[in-house]
Every structure is written in structure tokens, then in C-alpha cells.
């Protein structure tokens, strides 16, 4: 078994998917009991941020479980780093953002479902709980880091290690 940033790399694709199935299963456990716990709402691009660990699960999920051979879970896990990606460039964004190096435009702006009728509308807006702006740091790890930052390394070292993994499968 090969290591890359200390993570041993699986010699088999389906160990590899069941490795991503963990690590964006605890990123999602994480970031929700740490919004339970600290009381965070998370703005609109945290929540895109976290979209992206869903697809990276379920897109994992589908590569342990596939039996369309190797060049189609070997696609799989090419997406998953792909969904990686992506995942890096909503976090640069955000962390752009939260510097005022750019506007978020209407990302960050509340968006209704849809006609309604005067009933429904009110019944939204009681319930209404905004969430918060997208330039506001809810919190910052060891008083330096937002969260969208640490995302950042997150998401790019689970892309390389991924690829990593990847490149090692398809030499094997």
C-alpha cells in the first residue's frame, strides 16, 4: 500500500471509493455538528461548498459499487476529483469574497421558489431564518482561518490524493 500525504493509497478502486466515501462522509458530519454545536448558519457558497462533498459521496458510492469494469469506475473516481475541483473553485471564491477582493453578486442573495399566492408568502416570511452574508467570517480556526480557507487545502489535498490514487490504479 502506497502513502500520500499520510493517508495510505488503496491498491483496489473499490478501496479507493470507500476512502472518499469516509473522508466526505466526516467533512459532512463535521461541518454539521460544528454549525449544531457553534450554533454557524452557513451562507449560501458554505452551503454550495458542502453540495460538493455530497456529489463527491454519492459519485464515490457509485464507483464501490459498479460493476461496469475498470474504465468506468476509473471514469467514477475521475469525477470525484473533478467534484474536487470544482469544490476548490466555489472555496477560492468564497474566500475572495469574505476578503473583499470581489462581490459575490447574486449568489449570495436569497432567491424565491416561484409564484405565490398571499398565504404561502406569508408563511415563508415567518419562517424566514436568512442566512448570514457570504463577506461575514462566522468563525476562524485558531483565530486565522475561515472556514472557506481551510476548505481550500481540504478539497485540493482529497483531489490530489485521489489522483494520486487514481494514477497508481491505472499503472497497476
Known amino acids: 500500500m502506497n502513502r500520500d500525504f499520510g493517508i495510505p493509497i488503496p491498491r483496489t478502486e473499490r478501496g479507493l471509493a470507500i476512502v472518499v466515501i469516509v ?3 466526516l467533512v459532512l458530519i463535521g461541518a454539521y455538528t460544528m454549525s449544531g ?4 448558519r452557513p451562507c449560501s ?3 454550495y461548498q458542502r ?5 463527491t459521496f454519492m459519485v464515490a458510492v457509485a464507483a464501490a459499487v459498479t460493476h461496469g469494469g475498470r474504465t468506468t469506475t476509473h471514469g467514477l473516481l475521475a469525477l470525484v476529483i473533478v467534484c474536487f475541483l470544482v469544490g476548490v473553485g466555489i472555496a477560492v471564491f468564497h474566500t475572495g469574497v469574505e476578503h473583499h477582493w470581489w462581490s ?3 449568489v449570495c442573495e436569497g432567491v424565491m421558489s416561484g409564484p405565490l399566492d398571499i398565504t404561502q408568502l406569508q408563511q415563508q416570511l415567518q419562517n424566514l431564518k436568512p442566512s448570514p452574508p457570504c463577506d461575514e ?4 480556526f485558531l483565530g486565522l482561518f ?3 480557507e481551510i476548505n481550500i487545502v481540504l ?4 483531489a490530489a490524493w485521489t489522483g494520486r490514487g487514481l494514477a497508481a490504479l491505472r499503472r497497476a
Open 37 to 40: 454545536l457553534w450554533d454557524i
Open 137 to 140: 467570517v462566522q468563525w476562524r
Open 23 to 25: 473522508a466526505s462522509a
Open 104 to 106: 459575490s453578486g447574486e
Open 51 to 55: 453540495w460538493v462533498y455530497v456529489a
Open 155 to 158: 478539497s485540493l489535498a482529497l
Open 146 to 148: 475561515s472556514f472557506a
Open 45 to 47: 457558497l458554505c452551503t
